[in-house]
């Protein structure tokens, strides 16, 4: 049985950073594309950023880029976003989303598993 759970939402300063990390257990994940979606209220899901668990290639959403970075730690099957110069309009419950694919997918009807999120607010 698959489980990803988050960790590393906060409240922080616009500018400032935060670093999410998402534990994933149940299986071996060399075959899965990993990705972070977000949701703010009364805005539909968003595709953030992906990476594939084998060979480490990323791709992120344009509102990403520059930003935010996404990493994985085979030894402790985690991933994890690095959140950077952050703003009010990137609030959001941050979901952590696994997918039964050898290339990066960013549709989230895509992704096999899901976290239960973690809310990241950014003040301004």
């Known amino acids: 049985q698959v489980q990803l759970v988050e960790s590393g939402g906060g409240l922080v300063q616009a500018g400032g950073s935060l670093r999410l990390s998402c534990a994933a257990s149940?299986?071996?994940?060399?075959?899965?594309?990993m990705a972070w979606f977000r949701q703010a209220p009364g805005k539909e899901r968003e595709f953030v950023a992906a990476i594939r668990w084998s060979g480490g290639n990323t791709y992120y959403a344009d509102s990403a880029k520059g930003r935010f970075t996404i990493s994985r730690l085979n030894a402790k099957n985690t991933v994890s976003l690095q959140m950077n110069s952050l703003k009010p309009e990137d609030t959001a419950v941050y979901y952590c989303?696994?997918?039964?694919?050898?290339?990066?997918?960013?549709?989230?009807?895509?992704?096999?598993?899901w976290g239960q999120g973690t809310q990241v607010t950014v003040s301004s």
């Open positions: 149940g299986r071996t994940f060399i075959n899965y594309a």
């Open positions: 989303a696994a997918a039964v694919s050898v290339t990066i997918v960013t549709h989230g009807s895509e992704y096999n598993y």
